[in-house]
């Protein structure tokens, strides 16, 4: 079973992605900030993170650069606002494979996970 | 569903309280009360967003559904977006997860309405999908119909719908109630579902009226604009006109500014009079008349206004034809007919001795002897080509030993009045 990490300071968004790909039969963990998540990367070695950009405490780009360290294979698809779509370049550059924009619309975000894991949701 | 039929028990206030049974499932009879009570509640619910909140509140506590949520079309967007969701841990869908835009399969199957998979009370059921896409005949017929069939699946997947609700006012798609499974598994009984259909239709009619009401007060926001703006426009023009008067007559300067404002400062003082309660707007046409009442002046010869030196008879003559004028000028703006009558007589005197008409007491209009008495008290305290500027106190002493015969004494009296309380000559540019 292929494993997703969640990273994303709101429960309720943790809870419903989490649900939303378990449902589509993948093993699904949630980290609610930076920490937890390189802790939970580090110990399930997840085939893909969800990584929300903007977060309070370490934000996303830091979490990314620790993940990148633990694990040059790990694919880590950004989740960003409109607005901080800018910051997309310097997550590219730090090994991010892809993104997607909040608000998180269901068709993208079944899209853009399926065709990164190369798998038909 | 029997929904009109047999006599509805009187409005239950306690909207969210109706009883469940011991089965989670309400009795047809609470139905019945409780659509009652619901569609009088949206009735006061000013914005759609409340509503909304207040539908999802209710199908959640009342009926056991592991998720409910609507989405409704948002003009700005173009699209259909969440606005509510609950349910248990996980499949309550975050506010802003979900945007289906017109295009969209589970739009369309509603929007083009062309659709059998819907049944007759208009509810979208997901069982009937799965059906259509076992149908062989289907698949091998219809193949459009097949592909359009498995993308309104994957939308209802997405949603974990069971059934969609459409809300319409007249023919517009104005929303979707998105109910999932039930808690026990259970299909959705037919009582349920007119349920439902009854809550959207009641739901819809609020939505579209919080609408109309929206762009109404919209309307009515833009034509308030436009008025002030235009008022504005028209003020500031009558300002300028007046400007203009007063730079052609060197003695006059200022003149019409200072009456204007004498004008508004005895108008003060005149509160309760009955006359003033047969103006349409009082306050606007004293000021509108106040400012226009020398434009007349405009078809005075140069050579006569600036005379240094007393004017001839003839001379006289012609200056006392701006009153008439000035009316004359104003005569063919339908909205300043009564701002034209009060030009035409601020040179009227009480007793009958004024001109151009003679009128006497009364018959003069109420702003034409508040004029008259502004316009000679500031007159008099000005340097006039003929003679010497008289002090403030000579000119109030002729005021009042003119009250009754030039002056309405009633004007006067307000004059001295707004005098003493320092109206007259305070925040003024001094002549």
């Not at chain 2, 349920?192 to 819809?204: I, K, P, Q, R």
């Amino acid at each position: 079973m292929q494993k997703i990490l969640v990273v994303d300071d709101e429960h309720e968004i943790c809870d419903f992605v989490q649900a939303f790909f378990k449902e589509r039969g993948f093993h699904v963990f949630t980290a609610l900030n930076g920490d937890e998540a390189i802790s939970i990367a580090k110990k399930e070695k997840p085939e893909l993170v969800l990584l929300d950009i903007k977060m309070k405490g370490m934000d996303g780009l830091a979490v990314l650069k620790h993940i990148r360290e633990l694990d040059k294979f790990i694919k880590i698809i950004m989740v960003t606002a409109l607005e901080d779509q800018d910051k997309m370049h310097e997550a590219y550059k730090l090994g991010a494979i892809d993104y997607i924009t909040k608000p998180l619309i269901l068709d993208y975000l079944e899209e853009t996970v399926g065709r990164n894991l190369k798998v038909a949701l | 569903m029997d929904q009109q039929g047999g006599i509805l028990p009187l409005g239950n206030p306690n909207l969210f309280n109706t009883q469940m049974t011991k089965n989670g499932l309400i009795q047809k009879q609470d139905y019945q009360t409780f659509l009652e009570a619901a569609s009088r509640t949206m009735i006061r619910f000013k914005k759609p967003e409340h509503l909304i909140k207040m539908i999802v509140k209710t199908i959640d506590e009342q009926l056991k559904i592991i998720h409910t949520a609507v989405l409704l079309y948002k003009e700005e967007k173009k699209s259909y977006i969440l606005i509510d969701s609950k349910g248990t841990v996980g499949l309550k869908i975050p506010v802003g997860f979900v945007r289906l835009n017109v295009d969209n399969p589970l739009i369309r199957i509603f929007s083009e309405k062309s659709s059998f998979f819907i049944s007759e009370t208009g509810i979208l059921n997901y069982d009937d999908i799965i059906v259509g896409l076992r149908n062989r005949n289907i698949l091998e017929l219809q193949p459009d119909l097949y592909d359009n069939l498995l993308s309104v699946k994957k939308q209802m997947d997405l949603l974990k719908a069971v059934l969609c609700v459409p809300c319409y006012f007249k023919r517009d798609l104005l929303g979707i109630l998105v109910l999932g499974e039930k808690v026990n598994g259970e299909n959705f009984s037919r009582e349920e579902m007119g349920f439902f259909v009854t809550l959207a239709n009641d739901a819809a009619m609020a939505i579209a009226n919080a609408q109309l009401i929206e762009n109404l007060q919209q309307r009515v926001e833009e034509i308030k604009e436009l008025y002030i703006r235009e008022h504005r426009i028209f003020i500031h023009t009558a300002i300028a006109l007046a400007a203009a008067i007063d730079a052609r007559d060197p003695y006059t300067h200022g003149h019409t500014e200072r009456v204007t404002n004498y004008c508004l400062a005895i108008a003060k003082e005149l509160d309760g009079v009955p006359e003033v309660s047969s103006y349409k707007n009082f306050r606007e046409t004293l000021q509108i008349s106040a400012l226009l009442h020398d434009v007349g002046k405009i078809g005075i010869p140069d050579y006569i206004l600036s005379k240094n030196g007393r004017l001839s008879p003839e001379e006289f003559e012609e200056i006392k034809k701006h009153s008439l004028i000035g009316a004359t000028i104003l005569h063919p703006i339908k909205e300043l007919s009564d701002v034209a009558r009060e030009i035409r007589h601020h040179q009227e005197c009480f007793d009958g001795s004024g001109y151009p008409d003679g009128l006497a007491g009364n018959d003069i209009p109420l702003i034409a002897r508040i004029i008259a008495v502004a316009d000679a008290f500031d007159a008099m305290i000005t340097t006039r080509p003929y003679r010497k500027k008289k002090s403030v106190e000579e000119a109030i002493r002729e005021l009042k030993s003119k009250s009754g015969t030039q002056f309405d004494p009633i004007i006067v009296s307000a004059f001295l009045l707004a005098y003493e309380k320092g109206n007259i000559l305070n925040n003024q540019k001094q002549p």
